[in-house]
């Protein structure tokens, strides 16, 4: 029996997904896939979205009509807390060999393979079969593999590599599906439509649970709401915070926060705080944050507010202010400064 493992955040699941694990099935003749939903990815942030059991009856609607090869898994729900590959892999070790055993994953978590936790052990316990996803490349030759990778390769034969650990690696092409869950995530905040991204019952799921609705419900006053986040970012000795209300304006929120740090960690601390803070405060968690990683420009979207924290180096380039002119200064007060 040759085992897939299949894991992801699925929130929500969409047809890339379902393209990747048909094709890789096929093609690499696996017997059986588990389809496994993470708790919560730990090279991710937490954002706002469905609780892990509905992002599980997601992932089995998803499936429900592409037959015995596909197990939904709900090992990494039922551990709770950050989920690692190789948990999951060891305890499928438990009834499979590991040459028997294909993790399979997209051309984009190949590249960062090397963050994951123990991929080494991985690799050893498991084999690999990375798939194509539109936007990223996969190696066309051996000097084009990541660096962290080049050590274990003891034979590259163009799709197929075989590892020093005993394990290889297969690279499958999918039929381009140009989606990301991030993606689906707005269409379906903005009410747009979903019917080429999503199967018709994981929308279904969606309508009826009313899931991915913006998040203002929760917040209530966004002029008020802004004022608390601009208040955070003061206290984290932010420079120049500046808060504006756009609701006369067309723009992409009603409401709209700038500040800047005088280095990337400054700012990605910032923004961390902000979204720590409104936890807190309001229960709440942001749609999506961009950019925390790098620390140049971190997008916290909480829907009708959107707030930027910039380096202020990087501020400086975009002046996004400029754009927010006919907006309404909300000439926001440090409330430190007595
Ligand atoms: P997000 O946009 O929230 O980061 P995602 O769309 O990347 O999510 P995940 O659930 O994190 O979805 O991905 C699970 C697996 O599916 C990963 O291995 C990823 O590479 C793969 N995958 C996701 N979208 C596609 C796609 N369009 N084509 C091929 N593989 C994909």
């Known amino acids: ?21 048909l094709t890789v099935q096929k093609k690499a003749g696996l017997d059986r896939v588990h389809v496994v939903p993470a708790a919560q990815n730990p090279l991710k942030i937490e ?10 009856e997601l992932v089995r609607q998803s499936l429900k009509s592409y037959g015995k090869h596909f197990f939904v ?21 438990k009834d499979v060999d590991p040459e028997d055993l294909y993790l399979i994953i997209g051309a984009d978590q190949f590249e960062n393979f090397s963050q994951w936790k123990d991929y080494k052990k ?6 690999l079969i990375v798939t194509t996803r539109p936007g990223w490349a996969i190696p066309q030759e051996a000097n084009e593999l990541p660096e962290y990778f080049k050590d274990l390769v003891a034979e590259y034969d163009f799709n197929f590599i075989e590892l020093k650990t005993g394990r290889n690696v297969q690279f499958i092409r999918l039929e ?4 990301s869950a991030s993606e689906v995530r707005k269409l379906l905040r903005a009410n747009r439509p979903v019917e080429k991204v999503l199967p018709l019952s994981v929308e279904s799921y969606i309508r009826e649970n009313g899931l991915y609705r913006p998040i ?6 966004f002029a008020k709401f802004t004022s608390f ?4 970012l003061f206290s984290k000795k932010a420079i120049q915070v500046r808060g504006f ?10 409401y709209t926060l700038i500040a800047s740090g005088t280095s990337t960690r400054h700012a990605s601390s910032m923004a961390e705080n902000v979204v720590q803070a409104v936890k807190e405060e309001y229960n709440v968690l942001p749609q999506s944050i961009e950019g925390v990683d790098e620390g140049r420009w971190v997008l916290v979207d909480y829907g009708s507010l959107i707030i930027h924290v910039f380096y202020d180096y990087v501020r400086q380039e975009y002046s996004l202010e400029k754009l927010w002119k006919d907006g309404k200064d909300l000439n926001l007060k440090d409330p430190y400064i007595k």
Request: a negative charge; proline letters at 5%.
């Open 229 to 232: 986040c601009g208040d955070i």
């Open 245 to 254: 209300d756009l609701t006369g304006i067309s723009a992409p929120s009603e």
């Open 1 to 21: 029996m040759r085992i897939g493992i299949f894991g992801g955040s699925f929130n929500p699941p969409h047809m890339g997904h379902i393209n990747s694990l």
């Open 122 to 127: 991985i690799l050893t316990e498991a084999n």
């Open 176 to 179: 381009d599906v140009e989606v």
């Open 47 to 56: 954002i706002e979205g469905p609780s892990a059991e509905q992002r599980l």
């Open 216 to 221: 203002g419900d929760k917040i209530g006053d």
């Open 73 to 93: 898994d709900d090992q990494e729900l039922r551990r709770g807390g950050l989920s690692y590959t190789i948990d999951t892999v060891m305890s499928l070790r």
